[in-house]
């Protein structure tokens, strides 16, 4: 069973309409393979608009359900991550509310996480992407993702090093559920700092312990409402070299 969140703040234009659109996705996918079985479940990461009216107008429909969360700001992830206890299936996903990533892939992000394959990620670099983005986000993501690779992956392995080239902030991500709860006792939940880039600490964490980490490419344009937020980006940076220090005294070990 998968277990499909969506993290959405003040996303009252397009909630309902794309909220709907991937219920039919895997509706459709449903009739071909009679044995799946999926939940929708919204996480309102502390929205100020319509946004919780209409999740709970949506979660009417069989399939989906609505969480909601209340505060002065959006945590990005922190929420998203609260609210994984709350999974019926096996498989674990989340893809953003705007439907930046191409959701026809939804059943085969599905598909690829298995024993094998616990994690498997959307990636934007690998070959067979179609992206549509602009220069500033290319370059921001293309620094970030470089960063993150010098810092936490050792430049004298080069298959250790490569690891650190794929795509780790695409926000179209399934895990299996011993997987994912695995690597929340190290990620943690609670810290505003890290903003997005759980999805990096969760990925680098995630390899230092041996499971392996599945890409498929994917079909993305950016979101209308995608902003760059300089105070953000500060406050990553700060969080990435005070996990770098911890983690150089850390000792790692599946299943905590």
């Not at 799946?36 to 309102?44: D, L, M, S």
């Not at 602009?134 to 090093?161: E, Q, V």
């Not at 902003?227 to 299943?255: Q, S």
Request: with cysteine.
């Amino acid at each position: 069973m998968l277990s499909l969140f969506i993290p959405c703040y003040n996303e009252e234009r397009c909630l309902e309409t794309n909220i709907k659109k991937i219920h039919s996705v895997l509706k459709n996918y449903q009739k071909k393979d009679k044995k799946f079985k999926f939940e929708i479940i919204i996480v309102n990461d502390c929205s100020k608009d319509k946004t919780k009216e209409i999740a709970d107008k949506l979660s009417k429909i069989k399939e989906i359900r609505a969480i909601h969360y209340t505060g002065k700001k959006p945590t990005r992830r922190e929420n998203l991550l609260r609210s994984f206890k709350y999974a019926k299936g096996d498989v674990i996903g989340f893809t953003d509310a705007d439907l930046s990533t191409d959701i026809s892939d939804l059943p085969r992000l599905y598909n690829e996480v298995d024993d094998e394959n616990p994690i498997v990620i959307g990636d934007r670099y690998c070959e067979g992407r179609k992206i549509k983005r602009s220069l500033k986000r290319l370059i921001l993501s293309k620094c970030i993702n470089y960063l993150t690779k010098i810092m936490f992956f050792d430049w004298r392995n080069p298959s250790h090093f490569e690891m650190g080239s794929r795509d780790h902030f695409c926000g179209f991500k399934a895990f299996s559920k011993k997987a994912i709860f695995d690597l929340l006792k190290y990620t943690k939940i609670g810290d505003k700092q890290r903003s997005m880039w759980w999805d990096a600490e969760m990925l680098i964490y995630a390899e230092r312990l041996g499971y392996k980490i599945k890409r498929i490419p994917v079909k993305w344009v950016e979101g209308s409402t995608t902003k760059l937020n300089p105070k953000r980006e500060i406050m990553i940076l700060l969080y990435m070299i005070k996990l770098r220090w911890r983690m150089a005294w850390m000792k790692l070990t599946k299943n905590g």
